[in-house]
């Protein structure tokens, strides 16, 4: 049987490590095919297998640059007492520090949603990891409080929002197959969590050894130690599919923010996209946040007890997450998934109202931990269904910036009632009525899905 010129050319991309896209059902599902067409397809066989281990390789390798400076931006415990050993500053001048990279960080996180529409993801990515490391770099070579200013506040600052997690799942998503999705927005969304409790543990231990300036060179090491795997990325992007040329000829098409801004801020998705992202930034950083102080004060736990407990949550978050990215790209219906994880989390949240002995409360707090990482990859997810490739950055920063003043929400202002009143009742009972509320407008957009592609089904039957 002759062979047509349409299978050699899906077999010869094949080849090349590309995606399992049209050509592959083309070749599977060629109809009247005989068994000449059966045996040339065990090569498509190997190259998705082939694909797949690609596509994991991309995403260990996009974990492990963002991870790093995740892991940094997120231990500013660890980094004040850094600080203040390489600097001699006091906590009172560091938390200043601290708070104005925050802001820094958080001002460019929508002016990145400009920046994917105008240059590459990858660019960017690029662009944002080599100033994260060379302010941590700058911060080794001039501990003083202008260094500081410079390399940690505007340098570090604007890098971690620019090679942030919007950006990075941009850049990622097109160089993957369609069953990796889920994974990678879980393993990238962790990332942080994942590096915390490998390497800082580790620097902790290393920090009694040398002075406390030594700190930032070795993770500065370690940042260029990682940059081969920029080059890996950047091989993949030649073998990727049609998203990355519909991206760049969107980057090349003179799109406007304002045309983008006015499309999304006239639709109601968005608005329920940014109010489940706050609600995840509400509860997914609040253990991180509080959980060391909460503990002592309702448990008596030493510092070290409640770290275990809060790297026990670590993992549970990171691993749930994983294994839920796995199945989530099946889901019939992500918004009616997302809706019932936040009830349930609502429901588990209740148990902070009373008076739990600590196992009871721990147990219930991991299961928390559980139901908080199926969550993670969801809602980019439900982003990207949205938007298509095209747009996914730019929209998502926006909604990645909502979980962001979500995490800020619940450890500042929660922090500011307690210092106040002593107590913690107030903050819990508010994330309780963002949750519940969060959870209702899901459920209730995610039953109308199920029924209107129900209705769409028996329409096409009929």
């Given at each position: 049987?002759?062979?047509?010129a ?9 080849v ?5 896209g049209?050509e ?17 397809q065990n090569?498509v ?5 082939k694909t797949?281990?690609?596509s994991l ?5 996009a ?5 790093l400076?995740t892991a940094?931006?997120?231990n500013a415990g ?9 600097a ?5 001048t560091i938390?200043i520090l601290?708070t104005?990279?925050l802001l820094?960080?958080l ?7 400009w ?9 960017l990515?690029v662009?944002?990891y080599?100033?994260?490391?060379a302010?941590?770099l ?6 003083n409080i202008?260094?500081l ?7 570090f600052?604007f890098g971690?929002?620019v090679?942030?997690y919007?950006?990075?799942l ?6 993957i197959?369609?069953?990796?999705a889920?994974?990678a ?9 994942i590096?915390?409790?490998i390497?800082?543990?580790a620097?902790?231990g ?5 002075p406390a300036?030594?700190?930032?060179l070795i993770?500065g090491?370690?940042?260029?130690c990682?940059?081969?795997?920029i080059y890996y990325?950047f091989?993949r992007?030649k ?7 519909m ?12 045309s983008v801004a006015k ?5 109601r ?5 940014c109010?489940?992202?706050?609600t995840f ?6 253990p991180s ?6 503990s002592?004060?309702?448990y008596?736990l030493d ?5 275990i407990?809060?790297?026990l949550?670590?993992?549970?978050f990171v691993v749930?997450?994983?294994?839920a990215?796995?199945f989530?790209?099946k889901?019939?219906s992500?918004m009616?998934?997302t809706?019932?994880l936040?009830?349930?989390v609502?429901l588990?949240?209740?148990?902070y109202?009373f008076?739990e ?5 721990m147990?219930n707090l991991?299961?928390?931990a559980?139901f ?10 439900l982003?990207?269904?949205?938007t298509?490739p095209v747009?996914f950055?730019?929209v998502y920063?926006l909604v990645?910036m909502?979980l962001?003043l979500g995490g800020?929400?619940?450890i500042?202002l929660g922090g500011?009632?307690?210092?106040e009143y002593q ?6 009972a508010?994330?309780?009525i963002?949750?519940a509320t ?5 459920l209730?957009?995610?039953i ?5 592609k ?9």
């Amino acid at each position: 049987m002759k062979i047509s010129a349409e299978y050699i050319k899906g077999w010869k991309m094949h080849v090349k490590g590309s995606f399992i896209g049209e050509e592959d059902q083309h070749i599977c599902n060629n109809p009247g095919g005989t068994m000449t067409d059966c045996i040339q397809q065990n090569p498509v066989t190997s190259c998705r297998k082939k694909t797949s281990v690609h596509s994991l390789l991309v995403i260990a390798a996009a974990v492990l640059l963002l991870g790093l400076v995740t892991a940094v931006y997120l231990n500013a415990g660890y980094l004040a007492n850094w600080i203040r050993g390489a600097a001699g500053l006091e906590f009172s001048t560091i938390t200043i520090l601290q708070t104005l990279m925050l802001l820094v960080n958080l001002v460019t996180i929508p002016l990145c949603s400009w920046l994917t529409l105008k240059f590459s993801d990858f660019k960017l990515f690029v662009t944002g990891y080599v100033f994260c490391i060379a302010g941590i770099l700058g911060m080794f070579f001039f501990p003083n409080i202008a260094g500081l200013v410079i390399f940690y506040v505007l340098f570090f600052g604007f890098g971690s929002a620019v090679c942030g997690y919007a950006v990075a799942l941009s850049v990622v998503l097109p160089l993957i197959s369609e069953k990796h999705a889920g994974i990678a927005a879980a393993a990238l969304i962790s990332c942080g969590n994942i590096s915390s409790l490998i390497l800082f543990p580790a620097l902790q231990g290393v920090e009694t050894q040398l002075p406390a300036g030594q700190i930032f060179l070795i993770l500065g090491v370690i940042g260029l130690c990682l940059l081969p795997l920029i080059y890996y990325i950047f091989r993949r992007r030649k073998h990727a599919s049609a998203a990355v040329a519909m991206q760049q000829k969107n980057k090349a098409a003179p799109v406007s923010f304002r045309s983008v801004a006015k499309e999304i801020f006239t639709s109601r998705r968005f608005y329920l996209l940014c109010l489940l992202s706050f609600t995840f930034g509400l509860f997914a950083t609040a253990p991180s946040g509080n959980m060391l102080h909460t503990s002592e004060v309702y448990y008596g736990l030493d510092a070290a007890g409640a770290s275990i407990y809060l790297s026990l949550f670590s993992l549970i978050f990171v691993v749930s997450g994983i294994v839920a990215g796995i199945f989530i790209p099946k889901v019939k219906s992500k918004m009616l998934y997302t809706g019932i994880l936040f009830a349930l989390v609502a429901l588990l949240h209740i148990g902070y109202f009373f008076d739990e002995p600590l196992a009871l409360g721990m147990i219930n707090l991991f299961i928390i931990a559980a139901f908080i990482g199926c969550i993670s990859p969801s809602i980019s997810l439900l982003t990207r269904d949205w938007t298509g490739p095209v747009k996914f950055a730019t929209v998502y920063c926006l909604v990645y910036m909502m979980l962001r003043l979500g995490g800020i929400a619940t450890i500042f202002l929660g922090g500011i009632w307690y210092a106040e009143y002593q107590d913690f009742m107030f903050p819990f009972a508010a994330e309780e009525i963002v949750i519940a509320t969060a959870a209702v407008f899901a459920l209730i957009v995610g039953i109308r899905e199920i029924y209107r592609k129900k209705a769409e089904a028996n329409d096409r039957k009929a």
